[in-house]
């Protein structure tokens, strides 16, 4: 079959069995969270406000086995947000599922009859 | 491995070397228009402007190797529009790539390691 011009795009998030866990907006604020160690920078950067930022932290949270991010305490910052192992394993599954679901997407977009 | 309660959702929709072409919406309004034989019946049914629902139409056609509704006039509805054998591909093709895609979420759910 010639390969067609046409192909392929799409999205994908994971649900937990009570709502929607972890989508790209998600992850990247996670990605975000981990390299400032704050959810208010995180948002900053992403130009979302700290209250939206916060309830999708909260919502990952409720949806997940383990707290991805954690609120840390003290110290000279003043204290500020961490990413736990779970949230480095969350980031992880997000990436190996994109990698699989774009390949998916380029070879059923190289058998497209049209 | 045991089976994760999480499990994938997500959307497709196929791209034309030059834009949009198809995705679940554009084949619904399709799938109107064969039954009303009108675009505006369609868009009526779709609580759709006549206007988006002809520049959707619009696009589509002009997306496509070859135009998936036409509009016919006279007789005596005093003329409408009609799905051509290249939309009925379109459709086709649609639920076939959607089988597809539905499988590799379910699949790929299934091995979800979390």
Redesign the interface.
């Known amino acids: 079959m010639k390969q067609s ?13 009570t709502g929607t ?1 972890l989508g790209q907006g998600r992850v990247v604020l996670l990605e975000h969270i981990r390299t400032y160690g704050s959810i208010s920078a995180a948002a900053r950067v992403m130009n979302m406000s700290y209250r939206q930022a916060w309830q999708l932290v909260n919502t990952m949270n409720s949806h997940s ?1 383990a707290p991805l991010v954690e609120s840390v305490t003290g110290g000279k910052g003043g204290g500020g947000a961490i990413l736990t192992a779970t949230g480095e ?2 980031i992880s ?1 997000y990436y ?2 994109k990698q ?2 774009e390949q ?2 380029e070879q ?1 977009s190289q058998q ?3």
């Open positions: 011009p046409y192909f392929l795009r799409g999205r994908f998030w994971i649900e937990s069995p866990f086995t394993r969350a599954l190996a599922v699989d679901f998916f997407l059923r497209l009859d049209w």
